[in-house]
């Protein structure tokens, strides 16, 4: 099992630019997350989707992130344009089933100078 | 969800075991109780969870007190790879939303 899959695993940026974020959820989970971690407001929820339906996004900070998971096996987390206060590490998690547990990818560490 | 409680930083000899606890005194019927650590930058890694009965895994256990206002997850004998960031969570099953908190800082001392 190869768990969840991020990438870019580092991404350096320039603010007003595109940066895009990429997961692959557990190979059968139905639900995916995604969050932002900063050491000033710790982990935070963004946006969650189940059977690739975002359900609840009002984690998400504002107009510029936006989010699709366009089929069971792939995510994107937008960010358009970068700002500076948006450097942080991003997570994506999965789950298999409401009962079941998050487990979480090795992140995306976003720096945007 | 309910809000939990935990001291910021806790110290523990490599090869002892390692009690960590947390208070949760607003929690719900039917909210579970998470465990989850992160050891530094890595993703937020399961340990375990429960609802009222004591539970117990590969990695630790997990003791609920009988009112389930608190908690002690149990690591029976620390090593130093179990330095991290332990994060106790109350939340409903599934819980959609895990609201983290700061959590405690475990370092396991050689």
């Known amino acids: 099992d190869a768990g969840v899959i991020q990438s870019p695993r580092h991404e350096v940026t320039e603010m007003g630019q595109e940066v895009t974020l990429r997961c692959k959820p557990i190979?059968?989970?139905?639900?995916l997350f995604w969050y932002r971690q900063t050491m000033m407001r710790g982990l935070e929820l963004l946006i969650y989707?189940?059977?690739?339906?975002?359900?609840?996004d009002s984690g998400m900070p504002e107009d510029r992130f936006s989010a699709k998971m366009p089929n069971a096996s792939f995510s994107t987390l937008k960010i358009q344009p970068s700002e500076p206060r948006d450097s942080a590490v991003y997570f994506c998690?999965?789950?298999?089933?409401?009962?079941?547990?998050?487990?979480f990818g090795p992140g995306t560490r976003l720096t945007v100078l | 969800d309910a809000k939990t409680t935990q001291p910021p930083s806790m110290d523990c000899a490599e090869g002892r075991a390692a009690n960590l606890p947390c208070n949760h005194s607003?929690?719900?019927?039917?909210?579970?109780v998470y465990w989850y650590r992160q050891i530094h930058s890595q993703g937020p890694q399961y340990i375990i969870h429960?609802?009222?009965n004591n539970e117990t895994n590969e990695m630790a256990s997990l003791i609920i007190t009988e009112d389930r206002k608190s908690s002690t997850l149990i690591l029976p004998h620390a090593t130093l790879r179990d330095t991290a960031v332990y994060y106790c969570?109350?939340?409903?099953?599934?819980?959609?939303?895990?609201?983290f908190g700061t959590g405690t800082r475990l370092t396991v001392i050689p």
């Open positions: 998690a999965s789950r298999l089933t409401v009962a079941d547990t998050q487990y």
């Open positions: 190979s059968g989970h139905n639900s």
């Open positions: 989707f189940n059977n690739n339906v975002p359900i609840d």
């Open positions: 607003t929690i719900s019927g039917n909210e579970y």
């Open positions: 429960g609802l009222k």
């Open positions: 969570i109350a939340g409903g099953g599934g819980a959609n939303n895990l609201f």
